[in-house]
């Protein structure tokens, strides 16, 4: 007998194929509500059977966060995880929506820290545990998360500025001189290469780095510069 009991019927099975297919070219498309039309029909038909591969979920709670719909898109996300418990883009996907909607942040940590587990490698998903780690006052677990990056990938990847400047604030917080030296190098040469610094944050890390790396001069040119961008606000 071809299939078991809770099996969907092989015409269901057929029809959800072509609409996922219309769904994710909706979405790739950028036609967000059409997509989500596709999705929550799929969703309907094919009720809690478990037939609907992980990237659906994925998708549609992607679509749905595009939507800023973020409540909704974290119960399909949730359902996914039912049938896909181990989706590295589920838990990545959830854990976008709670930074949306800026909700518990250690169901946040779990959910981003459970996707790089499961092999999501996104240097914004590892910043993400990070920089959580950081507001949840557990600065040392979240430089050890940035350092392994920096270790693995910072070769290949092109940094993210956030993840830069946190990981040189962190750094510059933790580390003595000589375990410093080769990380506030390359965090300077990164954020300086970029251009000059938008935040204050960033500008501040930068002046403390030139100053421990020994050069005052910049480090008083930057002070001054921090000073002024104070002063107009």
Known sequence: ????????????????????????????????ER???FYSKILHDSGSDGSLP????????ACLRRLGRQAEAIEVLKKGLEHHPNSPAIHNNIANNYADEQQDKWLLLGHS???????????????MSAYVLW????????????????????ANDSPDLNLVSLLLELALTLLDEDELEPISSW??????TAGAPESIPQKLAIM???????????ALELHRAVGALVDSH
């Open 1 to 32: 007998m071809a299939g078991g009991i809770n099996s969907p019927p092989p015409f269901l099975v057929e029809m959800n194929s072509s609409l996922l297919k219309k769904a994710d070219a909706a979405f790739a498309a950028g036609q967000k």
């Open 35 to 37: 997509a989500w039309e």
């Open 54 to 61: 992980e990237n659906f979920y994925a998708n549609a709670g």
């Open 113 to 127: 820290l459970a996707s790089q587990l499961l092999g999501q490698e996104k240097q914004s998903t590892t910043y």
């Open 135 to 154: 507001q949840l006052h557990f600065p040392l677990s979240a430089y050890q998360l940035l350092h392994q990056w920096w270790s693995v990938r910072a």
């Open 187 to 192: 965090c300077l040469s990164k954020l300086q």
């Open 208 to 218: 403390v780095a030139m100053a421990r790396k020994g050069e005052v001069e910049k």
